[in-house]
């Protein structure tokens, strides 16, 4: 049994046509959900090779779209069961849905990864640390290495590294907030990643929030590696979830 697939929810306009590649549009008073003719079935539980096929497939519609209107994603896996359904969920969300289309019009989603080399910022600790600093000068001078100097040594190079962590973390958000409308912290997914945050920017401060980020770059390049993914719809900020 086949039913309505939602990929999301955009404006309706009459005077314009869009390249929606096979797929059509339900309207309701000036929105309409973007839906394909799918399988009915729960995409949550399919084999995960299967699973990562049909996102894919869900992002590169969402991202094709934004590229002539506004959308609001629909999560991922959303399949209601007809016409009727889609437009019941567009009657009852319709002011909701309507204001929030409003507010990301003009407005995109940039997703930022920093990594950074624990190496170098170890090498740092003994620079700039005159504890870790004079430790291991003790260390050197006694010539063989004592547990527990080992042991407080590592202790104080930990703290310095999550220190320091902590510290250009809250560099990195607080000069990039001043040039977004909202950011959204994602997790951290590996020992080196010490910044993974979602921005909702402008169009008109693009400009500006990239030189920003490569003023950054510039300033930290021996010690920090900036990913940049976007302009994306705003996954992180107006993802629409419907109870099915």
């Not at 910022?121 to 003994?126: D, I």
């Amino acid at each position: 049994m086949n039913g309505k697939y939602l990929y999301g929810i955009i404006k309706k306009d009459k005077d314009r046509n869009l390249n929606l590649d096979g797929l059509t549009i339900i309207a309701y008073r000036g929105l309409a959900a973007v839906v394909d003719e799918k399988e009915v079935k729960d995409y949550h539980k399919l084999p995960k090779e299967e699973t990562v096929k049909e996102l894919i497939h869900h992002q590169q519609i969402i991202e094709k779209i934004i590229g002539q209107s506004a959308i609001l994603p629909v999560r991922f896996g959303t399949i209601l069961k007809d016409r009727q359904e889609v437009m019941s969920v567009l009657r009852k969300g319709y002011f909701f849905l309507r204001n929030t289309l409003g507010e990301m019009e003009d407005k995109i989603e940039f997703d930022l990864v920093c990594f950074w080399n624990e190496q170098k910022a170890a090498q740092m600790a003994y620079r700039k640390n005159s504890k870790v600093r004079n430790l291991q000068e003790k260390i050197t001078r006694n010539g063989a290495v004592v547990s527990e100097d080992k042991m407080a040594l590592g202790k104080l190079v930990a703290d310095y590294l999550a220190g320091r962590r902590k510290k250009l973390s809250d560099q990195i958000l607080k000069t990039l907030k001043e040039e977004a409308v909202e950011s959204y912290s994602h997790v951290l997914a590996d020992v080196n990643m010490l910044f993974n945050q979602a921005f909702l920017v402008e169009k008109k401060k693009l400009e500006v929030f990239n030189q920003v980020l490569n003023q950054l770059d510039s300033r930290f390049a021996d010690l920090l590696n900036f990913r940049l993914v976007g302009p994306l719809p705003p996954y992180s900020f107006a993802t629409v979830v419907v109870d099915v």
